[in-house]
């Protein structure tokens, strides 16, 4: 069972909007930055963003974070077939130590 | 462009020592304030931080491991490595290594599958 709480899946049409939660604790999403990660099948996790908010460097800008408290999130403007995957929220504990969700499935229907 | 690149025995019996390296190409482990460090996800599950070296040498672990985990970096060779003793079927994981700027892992490797089994 993962620290952090996300919903298994999410699913919109193309040209839609999605948004990802990611519940968690004082200890760490409520005191520390939040990153989310993107994942093919049979690839591994690539960061989309970093520090709640901050888009990697060639990361479209349909991307987008946020936190409020204990909850972050990750939406997805303009849903396009590529963006089809599975999203995984991660944060620092404060007892030094990582913690991630356990991933929720995008599908553009 | 850094390349993180692991490597290791595919196949344990259980109550062996799992051993991994990661080769670091594109960067190197002794770059000032990045976090070289392991992961683990089990076939269908979400991402388990397992371990990692800060450039001073300082070490963190999950609490839930840290009593089997090791790691470690050979700045000579330019690579870390992961050890993790005693395991079980339940260590069946593709293992990644990373880099990370802040604690948490910004570039990872292509992984490398680990299975535990008699």
């Known amino acids: 069972q993962s620290v952090l709480t996300q919903p298994p899946s999410a699913s919109g049409t193309p040209g839609q909007s999605v948004t990802i939660s990611c519940s968690g604790e004082?200890?760490?999403?409520?005191?520390?930055?939040v990153n989310w990660y993107q994942q093919f099948p049979g690839a591994a996790p690539k960061l989309l963003i970093y520090s709640n908010d901050q888009r990697r460097s060639g990361v479209p800008d349909r991307f987008s974070g946020s936190k409020s408290g204990t909850t972050a999130s990750l939406a997805i403007s303009g849903l396009q077939s590529e963006d089809e995957a599975v999203y995984y929220c991660?944060?620092?504990?404060?007892?030094?130590?990582?913690?991630f969700g356990g991933g929720t499935k995008v599908t553009v229907l | 462009q850094l390349q993180l690149q692991e490597s290791g025995p595919g196949l344990l019996k259980p109550s062996e020592t799992l051993s991994l390296t990661c080769s670091v190409s594109g960067g190197s482990v002794n770059s000032s304030y990045y976090f070289w460090g392991w992961l683990r996800q089990p076939p269908g599950k979400g991402p388990e931080w397992i371990g990692s070296?800060?450039?001073?040498?300082?070490?963190y672990y999950n609490p839930s491991l840290k009593s089997r985990v090791t790691v470690s970096v050979d700045r000579s060779k330019n690579q870390f490595s992961l050890k993790l003793r005693s395991v079980t079927a339940a260590d069946t994981a593709v293992y990644y290594c990373?880099?990370?700027?802040?604690?948490?892992?910004?570039?990872w490797g292509q992984g490398a599958l680990v299975t535990v089994s008699s």
């Open positions: 990373s880099r990370g700027l802040y604690a948490l892992p910004d570039d």
């Open positions: 991660a944060a620092w504990d404060d007892r030094l130590y990582g913690v």
């Open positions: 070296i800060y450039y001073s040498g300082t070490t």
């Open positions: 004082n200890s760490h999403i409520g005191s520390n930055t």
